[in-house]
């Protein structure tokens, strides 16, 4: 969830993510730290913290939302149930209950300004104009069930958790040996000469008997079975369906954007920068008040002296807020201030501020056409879960024991549709979905003929399924799959005469003989190359990636190998030369590829850590 509401964001806590944490620890943990409730029952627990069996709930809840986000219909039903999902969520709860508790042992915080610099700039707490709203920020928080002060804990552990995985990752390093070998084996260059073998050489020599297509048959005869099939009509109804049907008059448009601005609350907002002291240092605090007395410019005094990393830079600005989004002293001075003064020196739980109140406004309601989509949408799907329900309940009496699912359909306004023949490994659309085809197959509807209960493939998407036509299981005959059978005999048979000569050609330049010699005698294509590296595209890729598979010469021998090129036929390589140039790449690409390799060896520390945690502490589930 706090990567939802944080995607695009350009605060703080984007700025430290490292992404390949973000699902890890912001989705999958983070809907748990709320609402704790110490009589919940115990599910889990982490060096004595209690993960409650409610948290794993949110944690499974979540998980099913963001891979329904991800995958849509396409995800089959099984893999999103509770069962499926519980054992990841816990583990994933526990991974980020471990990584917080070191954190916390290494002494990481998050300031309050800095969190609150976050929430600030988040995008989904934005409107429009790209200003804060605190009702869009109470809303999302509230979908979620999040309340302010918990999801500011929950962000705050989200910083803590990336400050110790950055620290640990950023320590990573490769030396200057490790470095010069890595580089080795990327950048070598090869010499080699080769020639190829095809098909068209052997073809006449291909002969596939009757006795040969028979016992292929016999002894394939999975292969060739035609698994059973169904054809089904279903009714989908679903809310998605619904609104395309509804149409909303003007009047009513109307109505709705005046009932809405009845309700609207025109909460100021204050354009606001302070400066922060953190320790509440005295003389600290004296020297920036005698500074800003004396008249000297806010913006420079806040980069030299704020403790807030987060607005320092820029001149201690937090942007767009409402006094309720401050402590209650903070507030209260902001509120005082006329525009463009400063405050006095204001203490809170994060220390001590010099408040500067630099803009302040109204917040204007949007206007009517401004609203136009949204209020549409929101009517029209209001109404179609409306009628999703109601028709929900009319489509299982209707359905049950009914002749034909047609009449069904006409009669509530909806479409049936015919799947066509599918099997058991599903077919398009709908019949991708588990669950539709598990029911197709089901002795209620598959023997018995009935139609199927109502199948829940969403909890706003259903489907009611009946048997039109079943195929059973069959052996194809030999005739149907002759040509196949003969396609593929070929293919095998052609492949083995082609390694038996390019071993033949092996045997003799390991002899002693020319590979370009054999190449013009056979008159077979040769090719020769020097200082290849592994993607010089003028090569059979797979070709080149079986010559840097091989050893280097020996004793001034080529090393000869007969290699396969699946379909392309055979290669014959005598490998002559393995190039090492190390200081031939340039300074920058040396520096970016320890970089690289800094990053890799810092992330196998943290899997180290990781490990380490898990190693170390007790854990109860």
């Not at 069904?408 to 991708?432: C, D, M, P």
């Not at 005598?574 to 060896?601: E, F």
């Amino acid at each position: 969830m706090l990567q939802n509401i944080r995607d695009n964001s350009r605060g703080l806590i984007s700025g430290i993510l490292i992404g390949f944490l973000v699902v890890l620890f912001a989705i999958s943990g983070a809907e748990t730290l709320f609402n704790r409730d110490p009589i919940e029952q115990s599910a889990v627990k982490v060096n004595g913290e209690t993960l409650t069996k409610l948290d794993v709930e949110r944690a499974i809840a979540n998980r099913r939302q963001q891979m329904q986000e991800r995958y849509g219909d396409s995800i089959p039903a099984q893999f999103l149930t509770d069962d499926q999902l519980r054992g990841p969520a816990i583990d994933s709860l526990i991974e980020r209950a471990l990584l917080i508790q070191a954190a916390e042992r290494a002494g990481l915080v998050a300031s309050d300004a800095e969190l609150n610099k976050a929430i600030l700039s988040t995008p989904a707490f934005q409107n429009e104009a790209g200003v804060f709203d605190p009702r869009r920020y109470q809303s999302l928080l509230s979908n979620f069930r999040y309340t302010p002060s918990t999801y500011k804990k929950a962000i705050g552990e989200d910083s803590v958790i990336n400050q110790l995985t950055a620290g640990v990752v950023d320590t990573g390093f490769v030396s200057p040996n490790e470095l010069d070998f890595i580089i080795s084996l990327n950048f070598q260059t090869r010499d080699f000469t080769y020639l190829t073998l095809n098909a068209d050489l052997v073809r006449d020599k291909v002969s596939i008997s009757e006795e040969d297509i028979e016992a292929f048959y016999s002894a394939n005869s999975a292969s060739f079975t035609q698994p059973e099939q169904v054809a089904v009509d279903y009714i989908e109804l679903s809310v998605d369906g619904l609104i395309d049907s509804i149409e909303v008059s003007e009047e009513t448009l109307r109505q709705q954007y005046a009932q809405n601005l009845a309700n609207f609350q025109k909460d100021p907002q204050f354009h606001v920068a302070h400066i922060l002291i953190e320790s509440n240092d005295e003389a600290k605090i004296k020297e920036v008040s005698e500074k800003l007395a004396q008249g000297e410019s806010f913006e420079e005094v806040a980069r030299n002296f704020s403790d807030d990393l987060g607005s320092k830079d820029d001149g201690g600005d937090l942007g767009y807020a409402t006094a309720s989004d401050f402590p209650d002293s903070f507030a209260s001075a902001l509120t005082a201030l006329a525009v463009g003064e400063v405050s006095a020196a204001v203490k809170t739980d994060a220390g001590t501020h010099f408040i500067k109140k630099i803009a302040e406004q109204g917040v204007e309601p949007p206007s009517f056409e401004d609203e136009r989509e949204r209020l549409s949408y929101q009517i029209r799907r209001e109404s179609a879960e409306s009628q999703f329900a109601s028709l929900l309940l009319r489509l299982k009496d209707l359905s049950y024991n009914a002749e034909a699912l047609a009449e069904v359909a006409t009669e509530l306004g909806l479409e049936a549709k015919n799947t066509g023949l599918i099997s058991r490994a599903g077919g398009q659309g709908i019949a991708a979905q588990s669950a539709f085809v598990t029911a197709a197959f089901s002795e209620e509807v598959l023997v018995d003929g009935n139609a199927s209960d109502v199948i829940e493939l969403t909890p706003n998407r259903v489907v009611v399924l009946k048997k039109t036509q079943f195929k059973e299981s069959y052996l194809r005959p030999l005739e149907e799959v002759r040509e196949d059978i003969v396609a593929s005999l070929t293919v095998t048979k052609t492949q083995e005469l082609l390694a038996e000569q390019a071993q033949q050609i092996q045997a003799q330049v390991e002899a002693g003989d020319s590979l370009q010699a054999i190449a013009e005698e056979q008159q077979l294509e040769f090719a020769e190359h020097q200082k290849v590296g592994r993607s010089y595209p003028s090569v059979n890729p797979q070709l080149l990636q079986q010559v840097f598979a091989m050893s280097g010469p020996e004793d001034g021998k080529p090393h000869v190998k007969a290699l396969p090129l699946g379909q392309d036929g055979y290669a014959v390589v005598a490998l002559t030369a393995v190039h090492k140039d190390v200081d031939a790449l340039p300074q920058d690409q040396r520096q970016a590829i320890a970089m690289q390799l800094n990053s890799v060896y810092g992330r196998s520390e943290l899997r180290g850590l990781q490990a380490y945690l898990h190693e170390v502490a007790k854990i109860k589930r």
